[in-house]
């Protein structure tokens, strides 16, 4: 059954752009970012129960990395996908230095990186552009075609990533992660190799992440540091996950769906003070929903309702 669900839900997002309008379609793109940007936290955060706020830097780096390719002539597939590579041997290098670090340490160390990161690339002004921001080459077909292109490419993006987490969950490597999230002492004394296994899942949280940035600012056609290492590209993975249900598979990705109808309501609704509203809505979700939407024992609920 789950089966079929999945196989369902996959030919109605691979035919999602012939029926929907642009607005659909766009809102279908960012939907798939967020999944990728959900998936990949939840390597190191809910499977591995590190908590990292480092996804802004793998995403402006991957958005960087591909924007400063394209404006060398570099064909975009390939400035993608040098895009992620770049940001997976960040995370290999950085890992490695921070992952010894646990707890609200670790979450400070991979905040800095993102602050650092910043910094870098607004004072870069013959790279990056600087504070001014950097012109990606527009990409010479339809708007249409362009739309299509964005979306699938974020689509096979998130299918990879939702691959890679469900082999990831049921193998060796997975159960790895699971052991140090429950006990890291214990699980070294298993044979666990801890640090092996922290980098590898902090690598994973990098890597789509790093291919998703590199899309979104050719999707786009400009960057600016503000925007790509904005701090709510860190703590929005974080609420998808804890909504939908930490180390879970499918999890991040209802977490993802469900966080960006919230956004679009309070959007259309309270723009003045759409920040505010939607933080409150979000504390209210995880407060009632601990565990994520996964994990909510919705039978019990309607039993009490029905009393």
């Not at 809102?27 to 990949?40: G, K, P, Q, R």
């Not at 607004?122 to 990606?136: A, E, H």
Request: glycine share 10%; aromatic share 14%.
């Amino acid at each position: 059954m789950k089966k079929i669900a999945i196989f369902v839900a996959i030919v109605a997002l691979l035919a999602l752009p012939y029926f929907g309008n642009n607005y659909i379609v766009r809102l279908a793109t960012v939907m798939m970012m967020y999944s990728v940007l959900a998936l990949s936290w939840n390597f190191i955060g809910g499977m591995a129960g590190y908590p990292s706020f480092a996804t802004a830097a793998f995403f402006g780096i991957g958005a960087y990395v591909g924007a400063i390719l394209q404006a060398n002539g570099i064909f975009f597939g390939a400035a993608w996908f040098a895009a992620g590579l770049i940001a997976l041997i960040f995370a290999a290098i950085m890992g490695r230095a921070i992952l010894h670090l646990r707890g609200h340490y670790f979450a400070i160390a991979s905040l800095v990186m993102v602050e650092v990161l910043r910094e870098v690339v607004n004072t870069n002004d013959q790279i990056t552009g600087g504070g001014m921001g950097m012109n990606i080459p527009i990409l010479k077909i339809s708007v249409e075609a362009s739309g299509m292109l964005f979306y699938y490419s974020m689509f096979v993006v998130a299918l990879l990533t939702l691959a890679t987490a469900s082999w990831v969950y049921h193998s060796k490597l997975g159960f790895g992660f699971r052991c140090i999230q429950q006990n890291e002492a214990a699980a070294n004394m298993l044979g666990v190799d801890s640090t092996k296994y922290k980098t590898i899942a902090f690598s994973l949280s990098a890597v789509f992440v790093g291919m998703a940035g590199a899309i979104y600012a050719s999707w786009v056609n400009y960057i600016e540091p503000p925007d790509v290492f904005d701090i709510f590209l860190t703590i929005k993975p974080v609420v998808m996950v804890l909504l939908g249900g930490m180390g879970t598979v499918f999890g991040p990705i209802i977490g993802a769906v469900a966080f960006l109808a919230l956004e679009e309501i309070v959007w259309r609704n309270f723009l003045t003070i759409h920040s505010a509203v939607l933080g409150l809505l979000i504390v209210l979700l995880v407060l009632f929903l601990p565990k994520g939407a996964l994990f909510f024992d919705y039978r019990q609920f309607f039993r009490g309702r029905k009393k």
